[in-house]
């Protein structure tokens, strides 16, 4: 029987940013613990530091802190002035004061510190610890608050919540949303070392903000819930320490502080990293990137984006020069015959200077790409141009005219970055007036001089923010959430324009962070996955957004292993593709076959694979030689009509059978008079009933087949 993994009820509820009330107040002894628990959790702080000693589940039994060397650590604060630094620990202190406060709906530990000395300044630091834990969840909103009264030393980070001696090496599943190679996410099983992962990033860190650590049937769930995105690292070492930095605003400035603009979300659950992210999910809709609705409401993405069925990218079709333009047309008709959806064209080289230079000059174009653009146009495609929205070529002609809306380091000195050509490359701060201009301009330019009806601009939703520490630019000096705010305000422009006076342009970016959800119609996912992967995105975005592509180097996998790697993300719900016409090379005949086939099943399956949530897994018990992905797997998915959506795919070169039961109940379907089976694709097959309760699925699919079905109730008579 394959294993299913359901959503599990959940108890948490988001929070309000409010301190904490102040009915029935206790005051514990001087030398005696702070216990904050309820039927589900029990938190001990320390007597004299209050750093956190113990967290137990008291569903499970299970004690996720030990005992460490000295006192448990709570806070760490990082101060500067100029080219010096100071830190301040809450293990360095005892606390001056703690209360617990019991209220209607919770009950609040509140940890005061007063007057601690900054260098030689004696005094100048207060710091107070709230920690919130609802009657009905496991988990806790943590909040700190930084007074600083010093005159020459301002705050640089907070790490808050720490936590020492929390988990076990070896001991625990830990799951995120880390990429570069495990973008959509990764669950690192018996995690020993040290994850250390900046947000928001898509390239290398986190595009959200959660971990789940597993054990057993007890899960850590540790996060921020901020809707304004700081810059923010999470760190995790197993056994030693677990903290979030969270980087301040106007870094050095004398007397800043830090007053938390975020919850952190630290306590036990019962389930599994996918019920951790349904958990985060409940966050995550009431977030401003989310505020637009889901996407079958139709603002999100437009529907031309929804209805693509598999992306095509060139990278070298127009590098040097365009060919003749009957042959190259009738080459992308031809692809658009054979795969028989609608597509999407990711179009590199278009521009007549080489890629990644000349940055952010992209015109003019080569000529004959106008003629191009608008013929595949006119071909119902959508025509997508690439262009970066980031970096600036230090060695374009009028770039000492740029560098003041260059983002600039503490010293002064813009931040530099080499690609794959060498080319010396400066970061633009996005705050700028200039440079959101400059991007707008750029998407203009493409739309109504080429004729397309999409832009994808690079590197926004992948790379990290800088620290700029420019004053001119009128931002909050380093951290914040000013980086993310400026570059929202960046697509927001661009998409009035895109959306502008009848205008349907997609907008779409690279990578996965989460913050950019709104402006954008869909993002890139070309990374290559492992035997860690899973889908974490889709578990809290989908029905939000949209992903697109497959890893680049799949045309270099087997036949055996093509189906595994590109039927992997189709089940996760991404507009699989990316590929250039060396598809149509005759040793990618069975890969290209393949590809209509789930380009077909995708556009079958849109109301679940675009517009549903994914709720679970199918895992039939098998295991292939590529990264231990099953022979045969699948996924569940919710439509907007309560309907599920159960999507297989065999991998097989031979049929293959799927016996499964399970109760739609699991899944908020609920019918007394039963349900139907309906088979969306490949079509032809009549509805089935089905009984109330538990439901038996027998299906036997033919060798390489993708099969859809719809679990229903039965239509009204």
Same mark, same amino acid.
């Given at each position: 029987?394959?294993?299913?993994?359901?959503?599990?009820?959940?108890?948490?509820?988001?929070?309000?940013?409010?301190?904490?009330?102040?009915?029935?107040?206790?005051?514990?002894?001087?030398?005696?613990?702070?216990?904050?628990?309820?039927?589900?959790?029990?938190?001990?702080?320390?007597?004299?530091?209050?750093?956190?000693?113990?967290?137990?589940?008291?569903?499970?039994?299970?004690?996720?802190?030990?005992?460490?060397?000295?006192?448990? &650590?709570? %806070?760490? /604060?990082?101060? *500067?002035? +100029?080219?010096?630094?100071?830190? $301040?620990?809450?293990?360095? =202190? @005892?606390?001056?004061?703690?209360?617990?406060?019991?209220?209607?709906?919770?009950?609040?530990?509140?940890?005061?510190?007063?007057?601690?000395?900054?260098?030689?300044?004696?005094?100048?630091?207060?710091?107070?610890?709230?920690?919130?834990?609802?009657?009905?969840?496991?988990? &806790?909103? %943590?909040? /700190?608050?930084? *007074?600083? +009264?010093?005159?020459?030393?301002? $705050?640089?980070?907070?790490? =808050? @919540?720490?936590?020492?001696?929390?988990?076990?090496?070896?001991?625990?599943?830990?799951?995120?949303?880390?990429?570069?190679?495990?973008?959509?996410?990764?669950?690192?099983?018996?995690?020993?070392?040290?994850?250390?992962?900046?947000?928001?990033?898509?390239?290398?860190?986190?595009?959200?903000?959660? /971990?789940?650590?597993?054990?057993?049937?007890?899960?850590?769930?540790?996060?921020?819930?901020?809707?304004?995105?700081?810059?923010?690292?999470?760190?995790?070492?197993?056994?030693?320490?677990?903290?979030?930095?969270?980087?301040?605003?106007?870094?050095?400035?004398?007397?800043?502080?830090?007053?938390?603009?975020?919850?952190?979300?630290?306590?036990?659950?019962?389930?599994?990293?996918?019920?951790?992210?349904?958990?985060?999910?409940?966050?995550?809709?009431?977030?401003?990137?989310?505020?637009?609705?889901?996407?079958?409401?139709?603002?999100?993405?437009?529907?031309?984006?929804?209805?693509?069925?598999?992306?095509?990218?060139?990278?070298?079709?127009?590098?040097?020069?365009?060919?003749?333009?009957?042959?190259?047309?009738?080459?992308?008709?031809?692809?658009?015959?054979?795969?028989?959806?609608?597509?999407?064209?990711?179009?590199?080289?278009?521009?007549?200077?080489?890629?990644?230079?000349?940055?952010?000059?992209?015109?003019?174009?080569?000529?004959?790409?106008?003629?191009?653009?608008?013929?595949?146009?006119?071909?119902?495609?959508?025509?997508?141009?690439?262009?970066?929205?980031?970096?600036?070529?230090?060695?374009?002609?009028?770039?000492?005219?740029?560098?003041?809306?260059?983002?600039?380091?503490?010293?002064?000195?813009?931040?530099?970055?080499?690609?794959?050509?060498?080319?010396?490359?400066?970061?633009?701060?996005?705050?700028?007036?200039?440079?959101?201009?400059?991007?707008?301009?750029?998407?203009?330019?493409?739309?109504?001089?080429?004729?397309?009806?999409?832009?994808?601009?690079?590197?926004?939703?992948?790379?990290?923010?800088?620290?700029?520490?420019?004053?001119?630019?009128?931002?909050?000096?380093?951290?914040?959430?000013?980086?993310?705010?400026?570059?929202?305000?960046?697509?927001?422009?661009?998409?009035?324009?895109?959306?502008?006076?009848?205008?349907?342009?997609?907008?779409?970016?690279?990578?996965?962070?989460?913050?950019?959800?709104?402006?954008?119609?869909?993002?890139?996912?070309?990374?290559?996955?492992?035997?860690?992967?899973?889908?974490?995105?889709?578990?809290?975005?989908?029905?939000?957004?949209?992903?697109?592509?497959?890893?680049?180097?799949?045309?270099?996998?087997?036949?055996?292993?093509?189906?595994?790697?590109?039927?992997?993300?189709?089940?996760?719900?991404?507009?699989?593709?990316?590929?250039?016409?060396?598809?149509?090379?005759?040793?990618?005949?069975?890969?290209?076959?393949?590809?209509?086939?789930?380009?077909?099943?995708?556009?079958?399956?849109?109301?679940?694979?675009?517009?549903?949530?994914?709720?679970?897994?199918?895992?039939?018990?098998?295991?292939?030689?590529?990264?231990?992905?099953?022979?045969?797997?699948?996924?569940?998915?919710?439509?907007?009509?309560?309907?599920?959506?159960?999507?297989?795919?065999?991998?097989?070169?031979?049929?293959?059978?799927?016996?499964?039961?399970?109760?739609?109940?699991?899944?908020?379907?609920?019918?007394?008079?039963?349900?139907?089976?309906?088979?969306?694709?490949?079509?032809?097959?009549?509805?089935?009933?089905?009984?109330?309760?538990?439901?038996?699925?027998?299906?036997?699919?033919?060798?390489?087949?993708?099969?859809?079905?719809?679990?229903?109730?039965?239509?009204?008579?």
């Amino acid at each position: 029987m394959p294993s299913l993994n359901p959503t599990h009820p959940l108890l948490w509820a988001l929070l309000p940013l409010v301190a904490c009330g102040t009915a029935a107040m206790a005051q514990p002894e001087a030398d005696q613990a702070t216990v904050l628990e309820n039927d589900h959790v029990r938190m001990t702080f320390e007597a004299h530091h209050a750093g956190l000693a113990s967290l137990m589940d008291k569903t499970s039994g299970v004690e996720h802190v030990h005992a460490v060397q000295g006192a448990h &650590a709570l %806070w760490q /604060i990082q101060c *500067s002035h +100029a080219k010096d630094s100071y830190e $301040l620990a809450s293990t360095q =202190f @005892p606390c001056a004061a703690a209360t617990v406060t019991t209220g209607p709906a919770s009950r609040c530990a509140t940890f005061t510190w007063r007057g601690l000395a900054l260098g030689a300044e004696a005094a100048s630091v207060d710091v107070v610890v709230e920690v919130e834990l609802p009657q009905e969840s496991g988990i &806790a909103a %943590w909040r /700190i608050h930084v *007074s600083n +009264a010093s005159s020459g030393w301002g $705050l640089r980070a907070v790490e =808050f @919540p720490k936590v020492t001696g929390m988990l076990e090496a070896g001991n625990y599943d830990l799951a995120g949303a880390f990429g570069h190679t495990e973008t959509w996410g990764a669950l690192y099983r018996g995690f020993s070392g040290r994850l250390e992962k900046r947000y928001p990033d898509g390239w290398h860190g986190m595009s959200t903000q959660f /971990i789940c650590a597993t054990r057993q049937s007890s899960s850590i769930y540790f996060a921020a819930h901020d809707p304004r995105a700081w810059f923010k690292e999470f760190v995790v070492e197993p056994g030693n320490e677990c903290f979030i930095r969270t980087y301040a605003e106007n870094i050095g400035v004398a007397g800043s502080g830090y007053q938390a603009p975020y919850p952190a979300m630290l306590g036990v659950y019962q389930g599994d990293w996918l019920s951790g992210c349904k958990i985060y999910r409940k966050f995550a809709a009431a977030a401003p990137w989310t505020a637009k609705g889901k996407l079958a409401a139709g603002e999100v993405t437009l529907p031309a984006g929804r209805a693509i069925g598999l992306w095509l990218r060139e990278w070298t079709w127009t590098k040097d020069s365009v060919g003749d333009y009957p042959s190259m047309l009738k080459q992308v008709k031809d692809a658009q015959d054979y795969f028989g959806v609608p597509l999407g064209f990711h179009w590199y080289n278009w521009q007549v200077a080489d890629f990644d230079t000349h940055y952010p000059h992209f015109f003019p174009p080569k000529a004959g790409v106008a003629k191009l653009a608008r013929g595949m146009v006119d071909l119902g495609l959508v025509v997508m141009p690439y262009i970066n929205g980031r970096i600036a070529d230090q060695n374009n002609p009028d770039f000492a005219g740029l560098v003041k809306d260059a983002a600039k380091a503490a010293d002064g000195n813009i931040y530099t970055e080499l690609y794959d050509n060498e080319v010396k490359q400066a970061v633009m701060c996005p705050s700028t007036r200039f440079w959101q201009d400059t991007v707008t301009a750029n998407v203009r330019q493409l739309v109504t001089g080429l004729g397309v009806n999409a832009v994808y601009i690079d590197q926004i939703a992948a790379a990290p923010p800088c620290l700029c520490f420019d004053p001119t630019h009128g931002h909050p000096l380093g951290g914040g959430s000013w980086w993310v705010d400026a570059y929202r305000q960046m697509l927001g422009q661009v998409r009035g324009f895109a959306r502008g006076d009848g205008r349907s342009v997609l907008i779409t970016s690279e990578n996965t962070a989460e913050p950019y959800i709104d402006g954008l119609d869909a993002n890139l996912v070309v990374t290559e996955h492992s035997k860690c992967s899973i889908p974490i995105l889709p578990a809290v975005y989908s029905g939000y957004t949209m992903y697109f592509g497959s890893a680049e180097a799949a045309l270099g996998l087997s036949n055996e292993q093509w189906p595994i790697e590109l039927g992997r993300d189709f089940l996760w719900g991404c507009q699989n593709g990316w590929f250039g016409f060396n598809l149509f090379n005759t040793e990618n005949t069975q890969k290209k076959a393949y590809l209509r086939t789930l380009a077909q099943a995708r556009v079958a399956g849109i109301k679940y694979l675009a517009e549903g949530e994914l709720l679970g897994l199918i895992d039939d018990g098998s295991r292939s030689d590529y990264q231990d992905v099953p022979w045969l797997q699948g996924s569940i998915w919710k439509g907007e009509d309560g309907t599920l959506g159960i999507v297989i795919a065999n991998y097989r070169t031979t049929p293959a059978t799927l016996a499964m039961s399970f109760n739609p109940l699991h899944y908020a379907l609920a019918s007394p008079a039963g349900y139907r089976r309906i088979q969306l694709h490949p079509a032809g097959s009549e509805p089935v009933a089905l009984p109330p309760g538990n439901i038996a699925l027998n299906e036997t699919l033919a060798p390489l087949e993708v099969r859809i079905l719809a679990i229903a109730p039965p239509q009204p008579h």
